[in-house]
């Protein structure tokens, strides 16, 4: 899986820095021109915590911010509980830490939400990193089926209410598949799967 990691990195920043197309164009980020919102490729880091390696911004005045080199911590990023309901990611030890009153701090909560986000195969973020800052995210798998990425859209809450937040995993459901082709082709040795390896995540008694 870390090689994985490193190889999608390498694939991605190959040559740094892209203009906004040509970042598009590698990573199928295309989609912000149809989902209307940034869209972010992030990875797990240690295990503990995700890193948004690229980022399309959304053509709005009020959008949100660059979120490239930033690390979010798992429980509390769209893309971070992709990473945990998929066990790729594990939570660091000790208490989660609130950021807003929405915050899942509560593993056995944070765990009942990850066997949804399984389930439906996208995670969802509201109001929990910061009031007002809406996320969704979908797994990025390699070749062999093993999510190494997720891609995520995120703006504010008053054009992402919950009904938009499912329309826009369909639409990131593109880019996924077009990450995994990208992947694949510069690993090819790894056969193609195209489906995520649902190895689960325990945070709490099970």
Not at 64 to 71: A, P
Not at 81 to 89: E, M, N, P, T
């Amino acid at each position: 899986m870390e090689r994985a990691c490193r190889l999608l990195i390498e694939v991605i920043r190959a040559a740094e820095p892209l203009p906004v197309g040509e970042l598009s164009r590698r990573t199928g980020l295309h989609q912000s021109r149809t989902t209307g919102e940034t869209i972010n490729l992030s990875v797990p880091v240690a295990g503990q915590l995700v890193d948004n390696i690229a980022q399309v911004d959304a053509p709005h005045f009020l959008t949100t911010t660059n979120w490239v080199g930033r690390l979010i911590p798992l429980h509390c990023s769209s893309p971070g509980k992709v990473f945990l309901a998929y066990g790729v990611a594990e939570l660091p030890s000790g208490t989660l830490a609130r950021f807003t009153p929405q915050t899942i701090t509560d593993r056995r909560a944070l765990s009942a939400e990850l066997k949804i986000v399984r389930r439906r195969g996208f995670a969802t973020l509201i109001d929990e990193l910061e009031p007002g800052l809406r996320a969704v995210a979908v797994p990025v798998v390699d070749g062999q089926g093993e999510v190494v990425a997720a891609v995520a859209v995120s703006g504010p809450s008053v054009r992402l209410p919950k009904r938009r937040l499912a329309e826009c995993a369909e639409f990131l459901s593109e880019a996924s598949v077009a990450l995994t082709a990208r992947l694949t082709s510069a690993w090819p040795q790894r056969a193609n799967t195209g489906q995520p390896a649902r190895r689960g995540s325990c945070l709490g008694p099970c």
